[in-house]
């Protein structure tokens, strides 16, 4: 069993890393506490644990002092940092001292049991080698690429400053002048087949799984590191570091290498993925503009030139139109919706919809851009239909449709229109629910209907969706209630009105027929005659008969 001591000032911390962390299956029979370093170090003389938690930022004693002295007095002891966001200045003396893994604030469970199991990884691996030499160099690198994607994240979002951060130059080939830079962006449209297919529903071993691809394509003199974009789903960030080279052949090479990516990757694993490059550039901080160009790219890809293969965008940046827009159609789906009239609500979708195949372009972007804009429409529409919010995508990203259970992938523009299709259905389903509990029925209100629209072509599906009622349900409620089977009980309606207006000597049959809202006389005078076992004609003449 192992022993762990965790040193922050702040107690809400330490309980919550007491709490999160899978103490048990990561064999730690003993956690220790402290409030600052000289603590700290108190508590490693006298209970010499394996592991040490520390936060970079404390009184008495920060954590860049303690690890100093860590570092020289016990070599052997493994740490976890850690620190606020981007706190370069802080894990600066991390890198000396070589710790397994940085944690930022806020913690979370998953980021937390990582850098536990690396460490622990770290400690297994000590006790089988009993090497010094190789138990520094695990530790170490097991702690270089998450401290490297930290790195590249801070710089395409615009926050890494060179001046303050030379010592992290090395780590990302920025310290040598002849190297330049470039970012490769990836989405993976079919993702979540792919994942569940090939990786048993393991994202993240997908994404490892990709990135190790794009990892070794690379070449000696073009080399790449990958990870997935945590801002934004089924992206996969790809920084690559060539050298030297024309401005001409570095371009070349570029796009070669994206090409050879995405065409590894589809024959490796059957990944359709958008895939977008940016320029190369001689300073490293540019690799934002690189990102932006190479996304850029990828959202002006025409949705029509998606036929199930990989796509590459164009480096120059395409114009993009306004987006179509659902916001005018949205009163008549939402009427159609909560009536029930589901049928009325595919016609009038599928309209909407058929204009992306009648576009003379329709790219990913807006493609993006109208699945946002649909769930936050459709949204409003069920909330304000009694819909749970629990129930509902929380954000327009397609990660919020793979947790409500949809699949957000298309690789053409049929796939596309299906999935805005089971969005629809998704939503339809919800109001369905919702429109159940929160509306009272009567079967009393499908007798009225019956009563006042005889002459209408009404179908049993009218009330089943309206009612949100099987079909079977409804028949027998009707019939325990009124004696009579629905169809039966729309005919007797019929032929009582019927012989009411044939004792009407004015009315013609034909116009009989028509009032009653049958096709033609002979399909009444069929129906009539089935009914009475006499035509209308015999049974008016009857009628006239008697009076006499």
């Known amino acids: 069993m192992y022993k762990v001591l965790i040193i922050d000032d702040e107690e809400p911390l330490r309980e919550a890393i007491k709490i ?29 644990p394996d592991l040490v938690m520390v936060d970079m930022k404390m009184p008495e004693m920060n954590g860049v002092e303690f690890l100093r002295i860590v570092e020289q007095d016990y070599p052997e002891l493994l740490t976890i940092v850690i620190s606020g966001y981007n706190d370069f200045e802080f894990t600066r003396q991390a890198i000396h001292s070589k710790v397994v893994d940085y944690l930022l604030k806020p913690i979370n469970r998953q980021d937390l049991n990582q850098a536990l199991r690396k460490a622990i990884d770290v400690l297994e691996a000590k006790r089988q080698t009993h090497s010094e030499l190789i138990t520094r160099n695990i530790a170490f690198n097991m702690s270089l690429p998450k401290l490297k994607e930290k790195i590249y994240l801070s710089i395409l979002g615009r926050g890494f400053k060179k001046q303050s951060n030379q010592a992290f130059l090395p780590l990302i080939g920025a310290d040598q002048e002849d190297n330049r830079f470039g970012a490769l962006v990836l989405q993976l449209l079919n993702m979540q087949h792919v994942r569940d297919k090939r990786f048993n529903r393991d994202t993240e071993l997908l994404y490892f799984a990709v990135a190790n691809v794009i990892n070794e394509v690379a070449t000696e003199d073009d080399l790449c590191f990958s990870f997935p ?19 001409e052949d570095l371009a070349f090479r570029a796009d070669y290498l994206m090409k050879k990516v995405g065409h590894t990757l589809s024959d490796l694993f059957g990944i359709v993925s958008a895939a977008g490059i940016g320029h190369v550039y001689e300073e490293v901080t540019q690799l934002a503009d690189s990102y932006d160009e190479a996304r850029s790219s990828i959202m002006a890809i025409d949705l029509h030139r998606l036929k199930g293969t990989t796509v590459f965008g164009a480096k120059e940046r395409a114009g993009t139109p306004d987006p179509m827009s659902l916001t005018s159609r949205m009163p008549i789906l939402r009427t159609a919706l909560e009536s029930g009239n589901m049928n009325h609500a595919r016609i009038v979708f599928a309209d909407f919809t058929k204009k992306i195949k009648e576009a003379d372009s329709f790219t990913l972007g807006e493609a993006e851009r109208m699945i946002r804009d649909i769930i936050v429409l459709f949204n409003d529409m069920a909330l304000d239909l009694g819909v749970s919010s629990a129930k509902l995508p929380a954000t327009g990203s397609r990660s919020s449709l793979d947790a409500a259970g949809l699949s957000g992938d298309f690789s053409t523009t049929d796939e596309y229109e299906q999935l805005l299709h089971r969005i629809l259905d998704y939503y339809s389903e919800q109001i369905r629910e919702s429109m159940t509990v929160n509306r009272p029925f009567h079967i009393e209100d499908i007798k009225e209907y019956i009563d006042q629209h005889y002459f209408e072509d009404i179908k049993i599906s009218m009330f089943t969706e309206k009612y949100f009622l099987s079909r079977e349900y409804l028949m027998k409620l009707f019939k325990q209630q009124f004696g009579f089977g629905i169809h039966e009980y729309m005919q007797k309606v019929r032929m009582d009105k019927a012989c009411v207006l044939l004792d009407d000597p004015s009315l013609k049959i034909q116009e009989i027929s028509e009032m009653l809202g049958y096709k033609d006389k002979n399909y009444f005078s069929k129906a009539f005659r089935n009914y009475y076992g006499v035509s209308p004609s015999e049974y008016r003449m009857r009628q006239e008969g008697e009076k006499k």
Do not use: C, S
């Not at 220790?32 to 010499?48: C, I, P, R, S, Y």
């Open 20 to 48: 999160l962390g899978d103490w048990k299956g990561l064999q730690v029979g003993e956690i220790w506490e402290a409030t600052n370093g000289v603590a700290g170090l108190d508590m490693l003389k006298k209970h010499q």
């Open 229 to 247: 974009n945590p801002k934004q789903d089924r992206e996969i960030i790809a920084i690559f570091t060539m050298q030297g080279g024309y401005p």
